[in-house]
């Protein structure tokens, strides 16, 4: 079983819908959470980030973790087609430098 | 946030050649730096820990004298892929973090051909 799951897409919605990405993990030592964002050959870009369990807001994402459930998600309102990217879930058990682990990436494409 | 810089952005190179990845933090110093591979449509696969002063920590099934890593500074980590072959190629990414931080930045990545 992989540390962290997360389902690769590809995603495909209308522009303006809600998205829901997620993951789960099982290591409870995770304490760390964040969210990338990719786009097409380029390096990843941090999105969120939160630590232990609970909801985090920033413009039209949100992050939410609920460690008892060993599962996070990002929240996308308002979708737009520049939204269109590679999205990671990262974690790590660890305050400071040290191996992230990272999900598999979901693929979302949003339609004009 | 915090910059960190990778050069070159892309290169080809023929096989049996060596090809050499520069990765800098740009407005902080790191002790740590992580070097990943990623290939098509699949996440991101850490390779190795760049240490500043010491040796790098390899995971398990990468080939330590195939891809040699110097942090000699604070501020640069430099993989080299020797001996290239075509199945070298690929999309590799650094990162580091600021002093104390979980959060880790991501060089713009190199994609290496090998011909």
């Known amino acids: 079983q992989k540390e962290v799951e997360q389902d690769p897409g590809p995603l495909s919605v209308p522009e303006g819908a809600i998205v829901s990405l997620n993951c789960t993990y099982s290591?409870?030592?995770?304490?760390?959470f964040m969210w990338y964002r990719q786009y097409s050959r380029k390096g990843p870009e941090l999105l969120m980030y939160?630590?232990?369990?609970g909801n985090k807001e920033d413009g039209r994402f949100t992050a939410q973790v609920d460690k008892s459930s060993k599962y996070i998600s990002l929240f996308i309102r308002d979708s737009q087609p520049s939204d269109s990217a590679t999205y990671l879930c990262?974690?790590?058990?660890?305050?400071?430098?040290?191996?992230?682990?990272f999900g598999s990436g979901t693929r979302l494409s949003i339609r004009p | 946030g915090a910059v960190v810089s990778q050069h070159p952005s892309w290169v080809i190179c023929k096989s049996g050649t060596s090809v050499k990845i520069e990765c800098r933090s740009l407005?902080?110093?790191?002790?740590?730096m992580f070097w990943y591979r990623q290939f098509p449509k699949q996440s991101l696969m850490l390779m190795a820990t760049?240490?500043?002063?010491?040796?790098?920590?390899?995971e398990q099934g990468v080939e330590k004298d195939k891809f040699l890593i110097n942090h000699a500074s604070l501020t640069l980590s430099t993989l080299t892929v020797t001996s290239a072959h075509p199945e070298d190629s690929s999309f590799y990414i650094c990162?580091?973090?600021?002093?104390?931080?979980?959060?880790?930045?991501f060089g713009q990545g190199t994609r290496l051909t090998v011909v």
């Open positions: 760049s240490n500043e002063g010491s040796k790098a920590t390899y």
């Open positions: 290591n409870s030592a995770f304490q760390y």
């Open positions: 990162s580091a973090n600021p002093p104390g931080s979980f959060q880790a930045f």
């Open positions: 990262a974690m790590s058990p660890y305050s400071s430098a040290s191996k992230i682990i």
């Open positions: 407005d902080f110093q790191a002790t740590t």
């Open positions: 939160t630590y232990s369990s």
